[in-house]
Structures are given as C-alpha cells and as structure tokens.
C-alpha cells in the first residue's frame, strides 16, 4: 500500500471508517491487531486526522438518541512498559504541580464487549461518545444488570465459559452476540439461550475487582497485576484499564475529544520475534538530533517482514549494548516499526563523530548526539517540511522538492519566500511546477493561518501545536520570541524544561518569526480570552477556591480564568492566593500558612478583584 501522499491518506482514513462500521455492527471484517496498527499508521502519517481526534461512532438504526450529560470516550493506549511508564510520569507531573504527593493508581480489567451507561432509567449505548442509543430494552429481554440498576458507565458482555462452551462455534466475538441482542426487535435462539442462562450482562465498571497501588508499582509489577484480575473474571478481556484516583488530578489532566488524559488502556504485548543487528544507520532530525535505526536480519512478526527497528538514541545504544552483530528480541505491537524488547547477546555499539549529512563534528548532549552545523541540508529540508505541513496551506512542498530547493541554496525560510517562477525554473523545476511551486509561496503567505499553527510550523522543540496554542491564549504572538522561561512556566501545565527549551528555541527562530510578520501573512489569533493587562490584578496569579461560597465555587473558578488566574485545586508553592468560603478543612490553611500563600476571605477577594 503506498501511503505516503495524501490521497493515499484519505484512502487508509476511508478503509478505517469502513472496518470501524463493521465492528460497531458485530461483523468485524479484519483482526483487532491489524485494526490497531493501521490507526497507527495513521497516526505516524497525520497525527492531527480528524478520525484520530473523536471517538470511533457505533450506530443502531430505529433506536432513540440520548445525549450523554458528559461525553463516554474512548482510552489512550498502552502497549509496552514505557508506555505506561510514560504515562505515569505525566500523571505525576501533573499531581506535583497541584500539590498532590504520590498520587494513586487504579487498574480495573478492561472488558472487551460494547460501552454503555446506566442512569437507572435510561440505559444508552456510547455512540458516537456525545450521543448514544436507547437501548433499555435489553433489560426486558433479559440481559442481568450486575450490581443492579442505576451504577453508571460499563460494558455489556457475555460471560465467557458460556460463550466457549456453547457458542464459539458459531459467533466469532462475543461482542457480535451483545450487538445482535441490543439492535434487534426480536431475538434469536442462541441469543435466548444464552439471556436465559443469565450469561448476558452489563457489567458495571464500579463492580470491576481492582488493584490500587503507587505508580512505580504499577510500572514495575504490570504483568502481575493484569494476570491476578484476569484471573478474578469470567468476561471477555482486552487488556486492562490504569487511571488516576484522585478527582482533583482528573480534573486537572482533564480530557482531549478522544480520551481522558487520566486515563490508560493497557493493551496484550504484540507478537515478538529474535533477529541481530546488522547495520546501524543515523539520522538528522529537524532540531539536529542525530537519532540511530537499526537493520536487522529481515525477520517475520505479526504477518509483516522486518527490516527496520526503532532505537531512540545514542545513550540507548551504550546503555542496552546495541551494536553490529547484537542478537535482540522485538516486539511488534501498536505501532508499525518494532521496537527493542530485550537484548539476548549485546555488542558495543560504534557512534558516528560526523554528521552524515553535513559532516560537522558531532556534540554529545546527554543521551542525544547533535549537529551543530545551521547549514546542515538534512536539518533545513526538515525544517521547511515541518513548515509547510504544519501550516497546511499549501500543498506542492514534499521531500524531493525541498531536497533540490535546499542544494540550490534556498535552505531557510526568509530564502523561500522570495522566490518566484522564473527562480524555480533555474533550479531546474519544469514550467507548470515552476508556476505551481511560485503560486504556492504566495498561497502560503496569503490564506489565513491560525496563529498557533504559524508558532508550531517554526519546529522549536517544545513548542508543538498543543503547547503553541495553550501559549497563545496568555500571549499574543508578537510577544513570544521575548518571553522569559519564568513567565512562560507561570501557565499551567508549561513545567521548567519546556518553558527553557522554548526560550532557546526562539533565540534561533525569533528572527525568522519576526521576518516572517513583516512578510504580511493572515495570521488568525487565537480566540480565547487573554489575562487582560498586566495591572489587572488577577493575571497571572495561582489561585484556590475552597470552602461553600456565596455564588457557586465553579463560577467563582470561571470568573477567576477569565481574569487570566491560573485556578489550582490544591494548594503548592506556586499558589498566591487561597480563598476561602465557609467551612474550610483546618488542614488546608495550615498547609497555606506554612507555605506563606496569601488566605483572602470571599469577599476580600472580591474586592481585590474589584480593584478596592
Ligand atoms: N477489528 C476491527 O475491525 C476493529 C474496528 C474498530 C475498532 N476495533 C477495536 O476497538 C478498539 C477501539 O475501540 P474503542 O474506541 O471502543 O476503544 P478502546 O479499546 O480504547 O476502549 C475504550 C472503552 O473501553 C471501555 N472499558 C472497558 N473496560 C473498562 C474499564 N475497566 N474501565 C474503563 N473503561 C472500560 C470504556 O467504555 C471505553 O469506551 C481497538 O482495540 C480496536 O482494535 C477493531
Ligand atoms: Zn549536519
């Protein structure tokens, strides 16, 4: 499948629509695993496809639609030990700067069948995750509510003895025996059987067995947990579901369109797989990384044939012993190429001293090795790859394009924007891409771009389109190549490193985002209200609302943000103010005493809001 153009794209986005059509209807046309790494696939080609960034729909025809009162989403995945451990990292990150210590950690069994929500009187499917499908009649039909009515989200499944001892002959997945019984009017004989035997039941999550523990725990003892509550249900599973405990670091993480950011599923390990390491071959990256790839005796796993495995950097190299002639273990789960499970026989690995592209003398930062070289040609085709694609307005500038632009010397930006036709034809670009290429430029500059867009296409590390936006909303744009790492890192959720590596970065790129200005791009700001002036009295501040207050905390917290505060749920060393309503827990405000936070009454905090 070639899948490296755009049409080729939307191609792999349509056959994922189609297979998802089919699942949510019970005849899943292809294996979970394979369904798993072509969104992965996608995922590598567009991160930002809209199919990647909402639920993936279910419909049932003839059934009434409820809207859900909080969006049912769906879960981030797992699928090694560095993944969780990754995830653990950010939870804590997170809890840290809300002033909870050693936040805990839940694992429940995640069950493999189809998401519903039980209110006590309406029971609906997920849908599409904002609107589900009335579906109580399952209960009349004699699906077993666990725990009884009314216990809120969980999975409708079939028990899974009944389903191997009596039906695996004869339906592939349970799930197809649950959609059957949920969408038809009438049920057939199977079906009967098996709602009368009591196996068909909506397993509330709330009833699940769980494991509580710490985060280092979790990380290191994963096997174990997901085998012991295996091992305590008789449902269908796929994996297991790890979260944070704690309301206020949920609220905090909060959720994207797709998943709650508190929130992880813990997918099987993939198929492995033993082959050595022929060859190690270096890449430039868009900052200057020189990151390694290692070429493996070509090897089968998981259906596909195995070149090529991911190997992060230098530092993992030394640390694992991943040189010419290792014999290593890979594992193919989520994503399409493999990566290192174990090394069985380590080799020194040789590091590069050159820059394979430019030949520079390479630096050792850490684990990473660098080009220093602001010429380096594989730097600047990245460069202005990420440029074009992450603006999205104009098409035309692929690899091959940029590679010849960057050999004629028009290797940066401020170089870019002053071509025209009659320069692309010099370069040896035929006539009609010549005119495409010059009208592209133009096009570029011209169609509106949405300011966080224009901060992310720079490329400073640190500052992707997430980030880029969250800083546009306490920022105008004009004002980002001036700010200080302590003013960036005041916003919530920008912790130290990031806020020094966006100051660095735009110690290079600040001139070329000024010059870029001059150029007279569309630039739309960003929409969300910004801390009003500097003499407002509340931008910028850390503050927490706690204790019954006169108008409702909430509104209190709304008024605050849009006063440009940055509202805490727990106090830290950050915190400038506590404001307290009526009956505040004693443990708090000595909390805040020792700190040294200012403690306002409601109504002196209104009044310094008032600016009294
Ligand atoms: N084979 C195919 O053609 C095909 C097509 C589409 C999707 N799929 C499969 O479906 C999955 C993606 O579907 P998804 O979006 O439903 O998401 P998901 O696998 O991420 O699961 C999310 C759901 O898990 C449920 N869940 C189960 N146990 C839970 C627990 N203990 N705690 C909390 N939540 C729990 C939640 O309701 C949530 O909606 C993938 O694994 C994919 O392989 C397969
Ligand atoms: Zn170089």
Redesign the pocket.
Known sequence: MNINTDTGIAELAARLEH??A???SGA?????L???LLVETLRGLEPEHPFLQR??PEEFSGRPEVRHPQP????E?AYTREDLARFVARVRKEAEEIGVLNPLFRV????DGL?GRDDGTVFAT?GNGEVGYEVSSAFAKGMVPEGGRGLG?G?MVVVRSYFDAHLAGKFEHPRNLVVGIVSADTVNEDARRALDAGAVRFVP?AM?PRWEGDGDELVRCMEDIAEELAAEVDYPL?GM?AEAVDEDVRRSMGATNHHHRW?I?IKRKGDTARTTVEDVVWQVGRTGKVTPVLCVAATSLSGATIRRVTAHNAGFLEKNGLGVGAEIEIIRSGEVIPKVEAVVHAAAPELPAECPSCAAKLIREGDFLLCPDEHCPAQAVQALEHWFKTLGNADWFGRKTLERMAAAGYDELEKVYELGEEDFRRMGFGPVQSSNLAEAVLLSRTRPVEDWRFLAALGVEGLGTGDSRRLLENFRLEEVPDLTAERIEAIHGFGNVTARSIVDGMKRRGPTLRHMLDLGFRILPTGAARPADAAAPMAGKHVVFTGKMTASREAMQEQARALGALVQSAVNAKTDYLVCGEKVGAAKLAKARQIGTRILTEQEYLALVDGK
Do not use: C, F, G
Request: cysteine-free.
């Open positions: 297979y998802n089919a699942y949510r899943p046309e292809i294996s979970d394979e369904y798993d639920v993936e049912m989403l769906s879960t995945k429940t069994p995640k069950l998401a997920r989200m999975e999550y699940l796929d579901v929130q599923a």
